[in-house]
């Protein structure tokens, strides 16, 4: 039987796949256990030749239909703690990456930061044809604290702004950082925090109820840069994680208890939350609410 090789450079216009093949026609089996849904059909011209045959003979045009997806994000905060995590994901995975802040590009260096295309602007005033063109989902790192008025703000509205205009774009996907609850009674949730996350949360369940995706997670470690200095959070975040899920089994009794988990939670890996970011952003089938467990599960199916 003969085989046939061949390789082939796809340059779709938003695509920056290359692809090694055999010709069986795999190319689109780019990962077996993630779906690619949303994809752009490239048609690929490429020459073979049979083996053992040195030169010049019996070489020939095969044309091979691909299904190629092309995913193009844009982070709300893109620059800050979590935002920078995601974009350095989504490079990684291939993903084109556009992110808003005020600040805009971030002052240090790197490989994936030149890749990212970092816009300027507030979300509140900004220009949605300039930052949501060819965009396949939005996923907003907004949120903080400060005064009742500046945290429904920036939890609440500024997310409610973000998702009503990614749904006028008719953007496919919004996926929302958002937070845990700690199991605190309702009376401790009243905080513009709390109450401006779950108003968000609330719009993009409701403007996205078959694709958007609230995640969870508690306190987030990695390293977190601030004023050109680098606070190293994950020295305590990781020892703890790794301790609290050794005794989970052991705790789980008390997670029933209010407030239990403000000692009880396991801190979560930026970069974890990274990659369940980029799960969320290549699956279709992953939408809802996603709790800190299931955060680090959504990252384990797409790391390396
Ligand atoms: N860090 C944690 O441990 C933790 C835990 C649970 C949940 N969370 C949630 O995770 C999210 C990200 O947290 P983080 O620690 O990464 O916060 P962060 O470092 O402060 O990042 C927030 C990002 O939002 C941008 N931003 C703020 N206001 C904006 C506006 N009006 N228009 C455009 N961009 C704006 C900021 O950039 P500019 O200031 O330059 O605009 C920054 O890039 C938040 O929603 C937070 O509540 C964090």
Known sequence: MTSLYGTA????ASSRYSIAFLPSFRVAQHSPQLSYPRSHRVGVRCSYAEPGVKENSNVGTIDVVADIKTERIVVLGG?????????KAAISKGIEVISLSRS????????????????????????????????????????????EEQMQRINGEANVVAVNAAKDFGIPKFILISVHDYNLPSFLLTSGYFTGKRKAESEVL????????????????????VDGF????DLVGEPLEKLLLSI??????LNS?????????????VDDLGFAVVNAVIDDAFFGVFTI?????????VKA
């Open 9 to 12: 450079s796809i340059s779709a």
């Open 79 to 87: 620059s800050g703690f979590v935002g920078t995590a995601i974009c």
């Open 104 to 147: 805009g590009r971030p002052s240090y260096s790197g490989s994936w930061v030149d890749q990212v295309t970092w816009i300027t602007g507030d979300v509140f005033y900004a220009n949605w044809d300039e930052v949501l063109g060819g965009a396949t989902a939005v996923v907003s790192t907004l949120g903080g604290f400060g005064s």
């Open 206 to 225: 409701s403007k996205y109820p078959m694709s958007g995706v609230v995640f969870r997670p508690g306190f987030i470690y990695g390293k977190r840069k």
């Open 230 to 233: 680098e606070i190293p959070l």
């Open 248 to 253: 989970e089994n052991f705790t789980r009794p």
């Open 257 to 269: 208890l209010p407030a239990s988990d403000l000692l009880l939670a396991p801190p979560v890996s």
């Open 293 to 301: 467990e299931q955060i680090r599960e959504a990252a384990a199916a």
